[in-house]
């Protein structure tokens, strides 16, 4: 510990990740290859629930500073100015900037935190920093960012060849590129597999009265036929079309329990024109026939 650094809790905090780079290889390798040395990690940890974390730099450190907090309280000081960080907030400190932050002591935070330096190092910081409120902005959680984390320390755990390096440092640019431009990073959050699923299924919702195919679903998706409808048979277990039918025999019961319609107008309400195929249809799924449902449900008291 130096007189300009103040670091507390250095025993760790339980389930903890933290590697620092060799100066070696940060002097022989990442400042100079050419791949690497625009910006590249020094440093790189996770803690969670870190109880007593705190540090103090007077004179800042020669190094850019980002710390995501995803749960938890804890706050920081800088430029004389205090403010607290929440969960889906991340601090982003310049280097050689005086700074202290803490966990909250009865809530602490669980941060991914990461230094790093580089030829462009400033500049990013500043892009960062240019969409930031009070060096704290918000970030919504995302699992992709979090995984791009992950992988960063897998390969680092794994050592450092040169490869190595290159790759974790490529996966870092796009990590910071999700920080500085989230909109466009999360829109591919929007194209996961579950939201794809789901909002297809809202769409076979309010399209009931329709008569659509699986060309329609797989242009709503915006995938090919093949891809989507083995997307949706893995998400669901069923192909889209057998699933869209059973959407209609559901709202055809409610039909039955709740209204006089005759079982061909409600065929024809949810896009069915002939009556027997809408019968037959109903009774594979419900074990007995349009009609014979609703003596049922009338005979329930």
């Not at 791949?35 to 007077?58: L, M």
């Amino acid at each position: 510990m130096t007189k300009s650094t103040t670091l507390r809790r250095r025993e760790g905090f339980e389930g903890q990740k933290l590697i620092v780079l060799p100066k070696k290889i940060i002097i022989n390798f990442l400042s100079k290859d050419p791949v690497t040395k625009q910006t590249y990690i020094t440093d790189i940890g996770y803690y969670p629930k870190a109880s007593h974390h705190y540090a103090e730099r007077p004179n800042g450190i020669n190094q850019h500073i980002i710390i995501y907090c995803t749960e938890g309280y804890g706050w920081l000081e800088i430029n004389k100015k205090k403010v607290g960080v929440s969960p889906s907030q991340f601090i982003a400190i310049p280097a050689n900037t005086p700074h202290k932050y803490a966990a909250n002591t009865n809530k602490p935070w669980t941060i991914y935190w990461i230094h790093f330096k580089g030829e462009i190092s400033a500049f990013v910081i500043d892009l960062i920093l240019q969409n930031s409120e009070n060096y704290k902005p918000y970030l919504s959680y995302n699992e992709d960012r979090i995984k791009l984390f992950e992988d960063i320390c897998y390969n680092l755990e794994k050592g450092y060849s040169d490869d190595t390096l290159r790759y974790v440092n490529m996966i870092f640019s796009h990590f910071l590129s999700s920080l500085i431009y989230e909109d466009k990073f999360n829109h591919l959050e929007e194209k996961t597999d579950s939201n794809v699923v789901e909002k297809t299924i809202s769409f076979m919702q309010d399209n009931m009265s329709k008569i659509l195919r699986l060309d329609d679903f797989a242009a709503f998706a915006n995938l090919s036929t093949s891809h989507f409808s083995a997307l949706f048979r893995a998400k669901t277990g069923y192909a889209p079309i057998e699933y869209f039918n059973q959407l209609k025999v559901q709202k055809a019961c409610q039909y039955i329990s709740f209204t006089a319609m005759s079982i061909k107008s409600i065929a024809i309400s949810l896009g069915i024109e002939d009556q027997y195929y809408f019968s037959r249809m109903f009774t594979k799924l419900m074990g007995s026939s349009p009609n014979e449902y609703r003596k049922k449900i009338r005979s329930t008291p």
